[in-house]
């Protein structure tokens, strides 16, 4: 089943009908889909599809070197690396727009540390030149500089983010309304992963078989996901427990983990280069200069597994399931969902501010400050600012609740008309 990337489908579409070459990034973490995704895009198209396994060059390049002569119904000079393989490429003439895709690009790069310049360096040559759309996909978005300035030269760089909430109903049909915020704030919106869940059974029954069990088949993915780019998993995999549990900003963590927090800087940075991790600062500051930065793992199925499955580890694999699926039923509503609930309404508002705000603001998201006064999203024009609080338990009185909220928003200078909303499970969203 393919859903939701139409948009990303049309970007691509829209850079095919050029009557030029080009070249286009498309970056996403492991498992979001980028394959799936790429597949429904080349389809019925004239396409050479490379997928760069983790093997010696040798091996690669003789597989490239066979299977394009099969494409092209000709002998060709011998491929032994990249640069070869793109030389080769240049000298080719296609009267149909050749589709070139090079997927798991960042294994290549395992091996060929220079392959992003080398591409570059050749597109710049002799490519771009040639009746062809490249479309390059990674699991890794590097801030190498000298990478980032390649990306900017692309037509198009596309990131695939989680597929949206409502996806979960169309994967699973028959669940429950009740359970869809459940299985999203544990499993995710992955397709693979959701069809592991069995709506026969109760939520916290699917966690345990799937989760807990030492035989599930989540029970070593976490820590499976990391290995596939990151050496060091012991340090990479703390901080993403300790983020997990709460600890957004560096100083949190480094306390956490009893380290220094300069120490944490260049593992945070790759943790958001394989864009497992993503930092976030208040509304309107600069991501590059705010003090006020916080760290959020981008996947709700990564951040249950590293808060609930990684700390308990030895337990589990001596079947001690018991004590870990108590601490959960306890402790999943206030620790995962009730931030997961804040995310999936700023998303919402974000897609259809008209709707849920009556107007179409200029800047939205959420702020804090540091006196850890927080409002979960602001959302303004030219005339009027609106403060969001999100409730995902109704544990008091609206008037107490809109009280709060307003005596918070004092501490965001505004010159605006003020206006205030509260969102809960009751407010009817779709």
Known sequence: ??????NELEILQKDFSIPNSSFNFVFGRRKIGKTTFINNYIKGKNSFYISFLEMINSITFHTIHKNFENFYNKKIEKIDNFESFLKVLSKVKFDEKLILVLDDFQNLLKVEKDALNIFYKTWSKELSSSNIQVVILSSIKSSDKDDEYIYKKSSNIIKLENLPYSSIKELIPDVQA?????????????????????????????VKENFLSYEGLFFNEGIDFLKKDLNEISTYSSILYAVAVGNNKIGDIASFLNLKSTYLTRYLQKLIDIMILKKYVPINEDIK?????RYEIEDNFIKFWFCYIYPNYSALQKNDTYGVISHIRNDFTKRIERNVYKNYILNLVKKDPYKYLGFIPTNIGSWWNNKDVQIDIIAYDSKNIIFVDTKWKDTQKLELSYSQLKSKSLEFKTTLNKKYVIFSKTTPTK
Request: charged share 30%; proline share 2%; glycine share 8%.
């Open 289 to 293: 200069k705010s003090k006020f930065g």
């Open 178 to 206: 009740g359970d869809i915020i459940h299985i999203f704030s544990a499993y995710g919106t992955n397709p693979e992963y959701l069809k592991l869940y069995d709506c026969k059974k109760d939520f916290l029954l699917n």
């Open 1 to 6: 089943m393919f859903l939701n990337r139409e």
